[in-house]
């Protein structure tokens, strides 16, 4: 959801103030792009999920969650690991000073781009207001977590419990998933 993708740049706005969110902001949508990456895969996966039922949809859905989470995994270190010079390279600037904003941010968005999976095939299964539950959930537990963070350890803390947010999304997607396949 859009709130619980941009919430975070609100917040840091007015406890930090606007022109902390600038690099915050830039690095976060610089890489979080690369989660259409796996949104398409799920939503290609998506028909079969709705068709399909019973050992071969269980089967299927732990064959594509473990494909998933093995390609991001290498996608997000390779991305981590490159990232002082991708940000070089597209913003023409050094941006070494926010490394812990990229190991955080490529982990949170490994975590989110593997969430994809299960929220897609939630919604394959009829099943759309399971994930739109658990961001009320979350969305309450969130926003006074991050006003929290920023205030006691700034841009850092904020980047941090953006990550826990997507832990615990994730968590929530595949414990529904995994109770509907049983």
Not at 72 to 84: D, E, N, P
Request: proline share 3%; net charge positive.
């Amino acid at each position: 959801s859009p709130l619980m993708m941009y919430g975070d740049r609100f917040i840091i706005s007015s406890i930090l103030g606007a022109n902390m969110v600038g690099i915050y902001a830039v690095l976060q949508e610089m890489m979080g792009r690369t989660v259409l990456f796996s949104a398409s895969f799920a939503a290609a996966l998506l028909p079969r999920f709705a068709r399909d039922s019973g050992a071969k949809l269980k089967a299927d859905y732990l064959k594509y969650n473990s494909i998933m989470i093995a390609a991001m995994a290498v996608f997000y270190l390779v991305f981590w690991l490159c990232s002082k010079y991708m940000a070089e390279l597209w913003l023409g600037q050094d941006l070494s000073a926010s490394t812990t904003i990229f190991a955080l941010f490529s982990f949170a968005l490994f975590v989110n781009s593997t969430a994809q999976l299960p929220f897609y095939f939630l919604h394959a299964k009829g099943m759309p207001e399971v994930p739109a539950k658990f961001h009320i959930l979350e969305f309450l537990i969130y926003v006074p977590s991050c006003i929290w963070a920023t205030i006691n350890y700034g841009i850092a803390g904020a980047a941090s419990v953006w990550v826990l947010r997507v832990i615990l999304d994730w968590i929530l997607l595949q414990w529904a998933v995994r109770k509907l396949l049983g």
